[in-house]
């Protein structure tokens, strides 16, 4: 199964979630890289498309300059963290539409599943939040990132999600 198929949404779609909550760690951590937020993006969505294979993990020569750009940073953990969320999302539709299905066979399901085939639910769980803290973090280390801003940028990507899916603390 392709990460396309994988989630409720496309890869475009799966791109524009990241480059949003990317975009919002940026406001919120980085203010002074807003004005190059949306080139540096798109260099980082050409370099991906063109599946270029370097020593520099960011793909086009962030890591040569004297610190890392956050943008680069949070665009590659929040992409990683949006396939996570992909991929959940599609566990959970399948779980979903085959009790549905079941309980459907055995004469019990009177009403019809959601459009993702489960029954909506808001708030992420927090083992998955929690999944996707530790996810943030490590790939924001790979990207270059020091840990103290690493844990700093993983806990936002959770507030981030918590603000978006209405979970609490």
């Given at each position: 199964m392709?990460h396309?198929?994988?989630g409720a ?8 979630a ?8 940026v406001e919120h951590m980085?203010p002074?890289?807003?004005p190059l937020?949306?080139?540096?993006a798109?260099?980082?969505r ?6 270029a294979?370097r020593?520099?993990p960011?793909?086009?020569g962030?890591?040569e300059?004297?610190s890392?750009?956050l943008t680069?940073v949070?665009y ?10 992909a991929e959940?999302?599609g566990r959970?539709t399948?779980?979903g539409l085959?009790?549905w299905?079941?309980g459907r066979?055995?004469?019990?399901a ?14 992420l769980?927090p083992?998955l939040l ?10 924001a ?6 840990p ?9 990507v959770?507030g981030y999600?918590?603000e978006?899916?209405g979970a609490?603390d």
């Amino acid at each position: 199964m392709s990460h396309e198929n994988a989630g409720a949404g496309s890869a475009e779609e799966d791109d524009k979630a990241a480059l949003a909550m990317a975009r919002h760690l940026v406001e919120h951590m980085a203010p002074g890289e807003l004005p190059l937020f949306e080139e540096t993006a798109a260099a980082l969505r050409r370099e991906r498309r063109a599946k270029a294979r370097r020593e520099d993990p960011l793909g086009f020569g962030v890591m040569e300059t004297s610190s890392v750009l956050l943008t680069a940073v949070a665009y590659g953990v929040t992409q990683e963290v949006v396939k996570r969320l992909a991929e959940n999302a599609g566990r959970q539709t399948v779980t979903g539409l085959r009790g549905w299905l079941r309980g459907r066979r055995r004469g019990n399901a009177t009403t019809e599943p959601g459009p993702d085939g489960t029954e909506p639910t808001a708030a992420l769980p927090p083992r998955l939040l929690a999944e996707v803290e530790g996810i943030a973090q490590r790939r924001a280390v790979l990207l270059g990132l020091p840990p103290d801003r690493a844990d700093l940028l993983a806990e936002a990507v959770v507030g981030y999600l918590r603000e978006q899916s209405g979970a609490s603390d």
